[in-house]
């Protein structure tokens, strides 16, 4: 049977694939029958083993959770043409396609150096389209520094 930690891992990531937000910790206890300080017990210990995920400040409120934001971000995430909340961060959202099996998964966002509009299509982890044609992936801040200060990529 898998540790709590990832059952509690899994259930966050449903629920963002559900319903385009993170799940509260109550509503992870209801889900996995656990009482709720257990839940929030392991909610802060798998944002502590270091992973990209974060809460907001000072709260058991679920900001980020890789490859998804509870907050609005530049990288806005559509299903089947409807909007399902946002990705972490540009790289992040490449990730996001394969828990959507079979379903089109398109990234809209704007190049935060000039404005441009860019927008990646994926079915399956595959790249079906990409506007523009040439775009890349720049992220200015080095790995080492990236807890802390990821919201920005």
């Given at each position: 049977?898998?540790?709590?930690?990832?059952?509690?891992?899994?259930?966050?990531?449903?629920?963002?694939?559900?319903?385009?937000?993170a799940p509260h910790y109550v509503d992870i206890a209801m889900a996995l029958g656990w009482?709720?300080?257990?839940?929030?017990?392991?909610?802060?210990?798998?944002?502590?083993?270091?992973?990209?995920?974060?809460?907001?400040?000072?709260?058991?409120?679920?900001?980020?959770?890789?490859?998804?934001?509870s907050l609005p971000t530049l990288y806005r995430i559509s299903v089947d043409g409807a909007?399902?909340?946002?990705?972490?961060?540009?790289?992040?959202?490449?990730?996001?396609?394969?828990?959507?099996?079979?379903?089109?998964?398109?990234?809209?966002?704007?190049?935060?150096?000039?404005g441009e509009a860019i927008s990646v299509a994926m079915r399956g982890g595959e790249m079906?389209?990409?506007?523009?044609?040439?775009?890349?992936?720049?992220?200015?801040?080095?790995?080492?520094?990236?807890?802390?200060?990821?919201?920005?990529?």
């Amino acid at each position: 049977m898998p540790s709590d930690r990832a059952r509690l891992y899994h259930q966050v990531l449903a629920g963002y694939v559900q319903a385009g937000v993170a799940p509260h910790y109550v509503d992870i206890a209801m889900a996995l029958g656990w009482p709720t300080d257990h839940a929030r017990t392991v909610l802060h210990e798998v944002v502590g083993m270091g992973l990209p995920l974060w809460l907001h400040p000072g709260t058991d409120l679920i900001a980020s959770f890789a490859p998804f934001s509870s907050l609005p971000t530049l990288y806005r995430i559509s299903v089947d043409g409807a909007l399902h909340g946002y990705a972490q961060c540009g790289l992040e959202s490449l990730a996001v396609s394969w828990l959507f099996p079979d379903r089109e998964v398109r990234v809209d966002s704007l190049c935060p150096d000039c404005g441009e509009a860019i927008s990646v299509a994926m079915r399956g982890g595959e790249m079906i389209s990409i506007t523009p044609d040439d775009v890349v992936a720049h992220i200015n801040v080095p790995v080492s520094k990236w807890r802390g200060q990821y919201p920005l990529a």
